[in-house]
């Protein structure tokens, strides 16, 4: 190999090199920015029915709330369809929204699927899994 190859061979390295560390950094950068602002969180109470098989439960949880099969989850679910971190009550400004977290069985609403986080009002189901939760109070 002559000088001048081994040279170019050496500097194509650092250049893919180079290259990777900028990759590897503009992921970062992005993976960062694309957290979700979480806003003014205010703390709620909310009182919910939880249907579990043909068990029936009164919860009440002051949000924001974990919804899951996870021993740190403040809704726990023994449903085997909802993942360990499912979904999350949350409330901004008084409003109270559920927000699915990337579940791997989705998060319902009256029935229809969602994505990200959506409002919620005296009523609503929300289904996890074969579980369901009625919204009995909010604020209250």
């Given amino acids: ?4 190859h081994t040279a170019w061979v050496r ?3 650092l250049g893919i090199t180079a290259a990777l560390g ?13 957290r979700e ?20 439960r009164e919860l009440r949880v002051l949000t ?9 989850c403040h809704v726990q679910l023994q449903d085997g369809d909802v993942s360990r971190r499912h979904a999350r009550l949350e409330a901004e400004e008084g409003v109270l929204y559920l927000r699915d977290l990337r579940s791997a069985n989705g998060t319902f ?22 579980t369901r939760l009625e919204i009995l109070e909010i604020g209250a």
């Avoid at 190999?1 to 001048?4: D, P, R, S, V």
């Avoid at 009256?110 to 409002?119: K, V």
């Fill in 11 to 13: 500097l194509d390295t």
């Fill in 109 to 130: 609403l009256n029935g229809e699927a969602f994505e990200g986080a959506i409002e919620l009002r005296v009523g609503d189901e929300i289904d996890c899994g074969a």
């Fill in 1 to 4: 190999m002559t000088e001048l």
């Fill in 64 to 72: 924001p709330a974990l919804i899951g099969r996870a021993g740190s």
């Fill in 22 to 34: 900028v990759v590897a950094a503009v992921g970062f950068l992005r993976r960062a920015d694309a």
């Fill in 37 to 56: 602002p979480i806003g003014d969180l205010t703390p709620i109470p909310v009182r919910v029915f939880i249907f579990e098989g043909s068990e029936r």
